[in-house]
Structures are given as structure tokens and as C-alpha cells.
T-cell receptor, first 115, second 114 residues
């Protein structure tokens, strides 16, 4: 079974530029998550999708961050415009739907550096 | 809201020694608790999980953790450290059912001395 795929793995941009990250979850996983992991901290949930609907985006800075999951499979996370404090690793995870799902499977992450 | 505190951002042990990584949680409901490991430049991998069954949970790579409700703790242990155990370890609590809406601790970096 293929794992969660993310691209690109690394990205360097200047502040005020825009950037997009892509995630392909494990086949059949209805739930998809985007996390932000700042250096030295644990991952923080940005947004959770169930199929193509948003379940929780309470911690997503909506003035600059946006995410979509068309057709309930792949997802993209966009930042526009980027700030220095957005430098972090962006992790995508997926899980099966339902209350019996006890594991989130994580991708390798995209390391973003904003200069 | 649920929260997790990991005591010690950096733990160093000798190869063959006991590994003990501490995690305390705060939860208003019976929690689901998790330990994840992160190797450099990789995503997180589940080590073990507590889902209200047995309080002593065994995971991969020889790790285990014990859920202690009275102490609100879920410490991770391994009897004998191996060089390959060097990594970042994260404790997490679920705010929802199952593995939904994980809240992570700040992590503990484990270093193994030869």
C-alpha cells in the first residue's frame, strides 16, 4: 500500500510570494489533515477534511492560507502572501473515516523556508 | 480543551540503557493517547496508541507505554536503547473520537550515546 505522498519536499520563497503544496492521501482514506510544524514544536492542525468537505479549519489563518480537496482525494494548501513566520514543515496526513479510526498516516512533509 | 506536556525537550541515554520519555495530558473526557516517532526529514510514524483497553500498551520497536489515569500520564519506555532509536518523539491526545483532531506535545529529542 502506497503511503501519503507530498510535493515538493523543499521550497524556498521570498516573503510576500505565494506557494502551494500538494498531498495525495492513502487510497480509500476519507479524512485528510494538514499540519504546520514549526522548528522545535509539535505539529499543529491547520485544517481537516472529510471527503471534500471541511470539518475543522479553526486554526487556519484564513487571511493568507487556503486549502481545497477536490473530488475528495488530492488536496492543495496555498499560502498567499507568505510571511517569515510561515517557515515550517507542512505535513499532510490521512486516515480512514469513522469513529473506529485510530491512526493517522503522515507524509514526509514539505519544508518551507521564507526569506 | 485537551493538552499535552512532554517533560524534557532533550533526553540522552547510553546504548543499552533504559529509555523513559515523559508525557502528561489534560483531557475532560476519557482520552485516546498516542506516541509518534519522527526521524530526520521524515513524517511521523505511529509507535503505539491507548484506546481505553489495556493500560499497558506495547508498540513497535520494543517500546511500550502505561496509561495512568490517577497521574494523567502516558510515559514511553524501552528497556534497552539502540542507536537506531535516536529520533524525535511526540505524545498526542485526541480531541475527538479515535484518532481525530490530534493535539501534540512539543516533542522530546532522544540521543543515544555509544
Amino acid at each position: 500500500e502506497a503511503g501519503v505522498a507530498q510535493s515538493p519536499r523543499y521550497k524556498i520563497i521570498e516573503k510576500r510570494q505565494s506557494v502551494a503544496f500538494w498531498c495525495n492521501p492513502i487510497s480509500g482514506h476519507a479524512t485528510l489533515y494538514w499540519y504546520q510544524q514549526i522548528l522545535g514544536q509539535g505539529p499543529k492542525l491547520l485544517i481537516q477534511f472529510q471527503n471534500n468537505g471541511v470539518v475543522d479549519d479553526s486554526q487556519l489563518p484564513k487571511d493568507r492560507f487556503s486549502a481545497e480537496r477536490l473530488k475528495g482525494v488530492d488536496s492543495t494548501l496555498k499560502i498567499q502572501p507568505a510571511k517569515l513566520e510561515d517557515s515550517a514543515v507542512y505535513l499532510c496526513a490521512s486516515s480512514r473515516a469513522g469513529l473506529s479510526s485510530y491512526e493517522q498516516y503522515f507524509g514526509p512533509g514539505t519544508r518551507l523556508t521564507v526569506t | 480543551a485537551q493538552s499535552v506536556t512532554q517533560l524534557g525537550s532533550h533526553v540522552s541515554v547510553s546504548e543499552g540503557a533504559l529509555v523513559l520519555l515523559r508525557c502528561n495530558y489534560s483531557s475532560s473526557v476519557p482520552p485516546y493517547l498516542f506516541w509518534y516517532v519522527q526521524y530526520p526529514n521524515q513524517g511521523l510514524q505511529l509507535l503505539l496508541k491507548y484506546t481505553s483497553a489495556a493500560t499497558l500498551v506495547k508498540g513497535i520497536n520494543g517500546f511500550e507505554a502505561e496509561f495512568k489515569k490517577s497521574e494523567t500520564s502516558f510515559h514511553l519506555t524501552k528497556p534497552s536503547a539502540h542507536m537506531s532509536d535516536a529520533a524525535e518523539y511526540f505524545c498526542a491526545v485526541s480531541e475527538g473520537q479515535g484518532a481525530q483532531k490530534l493535539v501534540f506535545g512539543q516533542g522530546t529529542r532522544l540521543t543515544i550515546n555509544p
